[in-house]
């Protein structure tokens, strides 16, 4: 496990450069999600939102090319280079930063997006209550997730993990529900924001899933053992084979953005 000495997060430095092409998200669904923020916050140029886990800078970018500014904040250094490998436009700020105390004034913010990170701090609880202290009276907390994408050699391989008790653990946040179980207990008023834009069919070839595995780009499988890694990915090879004929074969997934809204 790649973590920072303190052990309360969980570092993507190691997969950085993978990270985009394993994380596909079609350009309309991100300008979907885009319209769908800055709508919901009556967000127009000049207005601050902070992207609390800014990664790449899947939503910063877009946002902030909106006339938005953007303070990107991330623990990965590797991850926000690769962000600035894509020109990001001069209101697009970054800095390394802990979530669980952002350098931002209290109330000057009016929006904080926390896409696909609290499971990966273990203060995730103090994230939330960091994002309700900079947000503006009127502000708006968004938590993005994706979800669906359940690709067949994905789901074999991790439940052949799993059943071994290979999986890493979240070290944060252990689901959606229970980020949102927090911030209604601490007074949030929780709304999903639903629109045809944000539901797609994701295509791969169960190739391409195979090499995403054989990678380990995602966090869960950072610590299984090589050996047992290597015995995984014959049996999920077999197992594509058995079911599908072939690893070349193109298989189509439901997925979905869902994007919840939170006002104090």
Known sequence: MEANPSSQYLSFDRVAEQYDATRFLPE???????????????LAPGHWLVDAGVGTGRFALPIARRGVNVLGLDVSRNMMRQLLRKTPPANL?????????LPVRSRSISAVLV??????????????QECRRVL??????????ESGKRFPAREYYVQLAGERGLLRPALGVQSADEALEYVRETGGAVSLIEHPSLRWQARRTHQEVLQELEKRTYSQLWDIPD??????????????REQFGSEEETYTAEAEVRLYAVRF
Request: proline share 0%; no cysteine; glycine share 4%.
């Open 227 to 240: 050996e047992a890694h290597r015995e995984l990915m014959e049996r999920t090879l077999r197992y594509v």
């Open 136 to 145: 503006r009276q009127e502000g708006v907390l968004f938590l993005l997730y």
């Open 93 to 101: 700020y970054l800095a390394q930063a802990d979530l669980r105390s």
């Open 115 to 128: 896409a696909h990170v609290l499971h990966l701090i273990a203060g995730w609880r103090e994230v939330l």
């Open 28 to 42: 309309s669904v991100r300008e979907a999600v885009v319209e769908q923020i800055l709508s919901a916050a009556s």
